[in-house]
């Protein structure tokens, strides 16, 4: 089983609203990401957690942060967002926490984010 | 920093031909490369990863190479079918990172 599964599918949202994402594993991997996709571009990191700990790309702004319950769930927490941020957002896990030959990275769906 | 191209962007081939796609990478200090696949608004489907000392994987009617002194990996797809139609993304995972460095994929069109 390599799913990695995101909800909702879909979010419309103002700039004043909070909203969640969610992201979920099931395979025992020990990191999981966030990408940010826009269109006919390549996905772009913007968080790893591995190992319990958390990494940064410094480029995100604070209006995105993650939160990592347990090791199965990744939540991505949206705060007074713009229009530019409307994106497609992935999720991935992969079994190796850190930089290895062995980490392969499977993505859940996305979740198509638009911002009005 | 690393630099992953892939050429072509776009290719759009007949039912049955083989083909091959390209992916170059600047920086050979790498752990591994991995074949997606993204059909339009989806996911990234993972396809073949190749570790860095490996020089090539099939799955079916795929296969990839790698090669890391001359910073290239190819994937052959065998007799392509409609279904094969996609975006097709390459990604090099540096040494000493998380961080997969993607290059901007080759949108394939198979036609029937």
């Known amino acids: 089983d390599t799913e990695v599964t995101q909800t909702p599918k879909h979010l419309v949202m103002g700039m004043t609203n909070k909203k969640s994402l969610k992201c979920e594993q099931h395979?025992?991997?020990?990191?999981m990401y966030w990408y940010k996709q826009k269109a006919k571009k390549p996905p772009e990191l913007m968080f790893v957690?591995?190992?319990?700990?958390?990494?940064i790309n410094e480029s995100v702004p604070s209006r995105f942060s993650p939160e990592c319950p347990n090791s199965s769930l990744l939540n991505l927490h949206l705060h007074a967002l713009q229009p530019e941020d409307s994106a497609l957002y992935l999720c991935?896990?992969?079994?190796?926490?850190?930089?290895?030959?062995?980490?392969?990275?499977?993505f859940g769906p996305g979740t198509r984010l638009t911002v009005l | 920093k690393q630099e992953v191209t892939q050429i072509p962007a776009a290719l759009s081939v007949p039912e049955g031909e083989n083909l091959v796609l390209n992916c170059s990478f600047t920086?050979?200090?790498?752990?591994?490369l991995q074949w997606f696949r993204q059909d339009p608004g989806k996911g990234l489907t993972s396809l073949l990863l190749i570790q860095s000392s490996q020089r090539e994987q099939t799955s079916g009617r795929l296969n990839a190479s790698l090669d890391k002194s001359s910073g290239r990996s190819t994937l052959y797809i065998a007799a392509s079918q409609p279904g094969d139609s996609a975006t097709y993304l390459c990604a090099a995972l540096g040494a000493g990172s998380y961080q997969l460095t993607f290059g901007k994929g080759t949108k394939l069109s198979v036609i029937p």
């Open positions: 395979m025992g991997h020990r990191a």
């Open positions: 920086d050979s200090a790498i752990y591994n």
């Open positions: 991935a896990s992969s079994r190796e926490g850190g930089p290895s030959s062995y980490n392969e990275q499977f």
């Open positions: 957690y591995s190992y319990e700990k958390l990494s």
